[in-house]
């Protein structure tokens, strides 16, 4: 991707900052400045073309003056990222290599709608499609209703699969996203074309709808490695095994067992899954990638008991693991909203705030950085159920009681279950905002049911 300069010319963002230091954040700013400047190109005409190298330098250093002191990222800058995964997606997402990635490139237009594919990952557990939509009339209450894929030359699956969409708008005129799939099956295809379906609204007042189908190609990335377990825990008459960890470049897939004595009524708790490292840092779970947990009754020693089994998706591993822990939670399910408090501060008063969650932790806000309807949100999280069920401690409401969920940035573990966090937080109203915080009990931890593996028995 990247930005043009003239149609024939085109600035990889790998080369623009080969020789100079930026941060991050420096070079998102020079990459809006770049786009404010796309408008005047007809002004470097071809016979110009050798100025480019010295108008390129003076742009980034004007743009690194200019902005210096506007750090919160501006709207139209976003589409230069060089991959929406990177900007949107998870770890794994973020982290892909280039031979991990499938560049598709299809676009499709229909009444003032454009919509074009922009890149594929797939690795057997979860396939992943970036995709921008532009639209002439500004776009206004954009959602999506219908979101699907189907493979029209492979067979049934059998197994559960589970979908979820990730969008926000970058501009009046735009919004960027990707929508991901994962299966829970007994084997994927290595290579097969998928048709795309998307349907979605830029203005629910209006009713613009859209829809689109794309047939898109998808590869498997080669490096997945299966190891096979028969680790057990048990308590009680409960029972966890560990049956199988999956790694790939962009998922790390944990296949578990849950037996316990079966009761004849209505379940009123559910299992929570984490996934820990030797240091008590949290390996982040792929949100909405779970497909839950199935299961039957089956008789052992003339007693009946409830097997249930779930395959969970986690970021990948990086190389400072030397060990995973696996802690089972229950949770019952009538406890929200008796046990929580919802709790509130204004934004503007936020900064160097200790917010109080209860038995989960603390929260304090280290920085905030506003500009239009945008901010970043720099915050210290200390809890010994962080990001319990892959949730961020904050979000943000505005005076219409809207939620707006932040997009994590980065994440630092600092030892002693303590994180420093950055999240951004886009398309904000201008009217009153507040940071919006819970206090609540802490989960049930069933230490008992606790299973441990070391990076050389996966390895």
């Known amino acids: 991707m990247g930005g ?16 100079v230091a930026f941060n ?5 700013q020079v990459y809006a400045k770049l786009k404010e400047r796309r408008d005047c190109r007809s002004v470097i005409g071809k016979k110009k073309r050798v100025l480019m190298p010295a108008v390129i330098l003076l742009m980034m250093v004007s743009a690194v003056i200019y902005m210096s002191s506007n750090p919160v990222l501006a709207l139209a800058k976003l589409p230069f990222f060089e991959s929406i995964f ?4 998870d770890g794994g997402l973020k982290g892909a290599a280039t031979e991990d990635k499938q560049d598709i490139q299809q676009q499709q237009r229909e009444g003032g709608i454009t919509m074009e594919i922009k890149e594929a990952v797939y690795d057997g557990m979860r396939l992943s499609i970036s995709y921008s939509i532009k639209s002439e ?4 209450n954009f959602s999506s209703h219908d979101i699907n894929l189907h493979f029209p030359n492979v067979g049934r699956l059998i197994g559960g699969r589970n979908s979820s969409n990730q969008f926000t708008q970058v501009s009046e005129h735009e919004v960027i996203g990707y929508s991901m799939f994962t299966y829970a099956v007994s084997k994927m295809p290595d290579e097969f074309k998928a048709d795309f379906l998307y349907k979605g609204t830029i203005n629910n007042r209006q009713e613009q709808n859209f829809k689109f189908i794309f047939k898109v190609p998808i590869k498997m990335t080669p490096e997945i490695k299966k190891v096979a377990f028969t680790k057990k825990a048990s308590y009680e008459g409960e029972e966890l095994t560990l049956k199988q960890i999956t790694l790939s470049p962009i998922s790390t897939a944990i296949k578990l067992q849950h037996k316990k004595p079966y009761q004849n ?3 009123d708790e559910g299992v929570t899954i984490r996934l820990l490292d030797q240091k008590n840092r949290v390996i982040k779970e792929v949100s909405n990638s779970s497909s839950g947990w199935a299961g039957t009754q089956v008789k052992q020693d003339n007693r009946w008991y409830s097997l249930k089994e779930a395959t969970l998706l986690f970021e990948p591993l990086d190389k400072e693991i030397e060990e995973l822990k696996i802690q089972l939670f229950k949770n019952k399910r009538n406890e929200y909203p008796v046990n929580t408090q919802e709790k509130l501060v204004e934004l503007f008063e936020a900064k160097n705030q200790m917010l109080n969650l209860g038995e989960r932790g603390t929260v304090k806000i280290i920085d905030i950085k506003q500009e239009e309807n945008s901010a970043v949100i720099k915050y210290e999280y200390k809890s010994s159920f ?18 707006h969920h932040g997009i994590e940035l980065n994440r630092e573990y600092l030892g002693n279950e303590a994180y420093i966090v950055e999240e951004l937080f886009l398309d904000l109203p201008n009217d009153k905002l507040a940071v919006r915080y819970l206090q609540e009990k802490a989960p049930e931890l069933i230490e008992e049911l606790g299973i441990k593996v070391s990076i050389d028995e996966i390895k």
Do not use: C, H, M, W
């Open 4 to 19: 043009y300069l003239n149609d024939d010319k085109k600035v990889q963002s790998s080369r623009l900052f080969e020789e």
């Open 24 to 28: 991050q954040e420096d070079q998102l």
């Open 86 to 89: 990177q900007f949107l997606g």
């Open 137 to 140: 009339d500004p776009i206004k």
């Open 265 to 267: 009524k209505l379940e």
């Open 386 to 403: 962080a990001f319990f069920e892959s949730f961020s401690p904050i979000v943000l409401t505005s005076t219409d009681n809207f939620l």
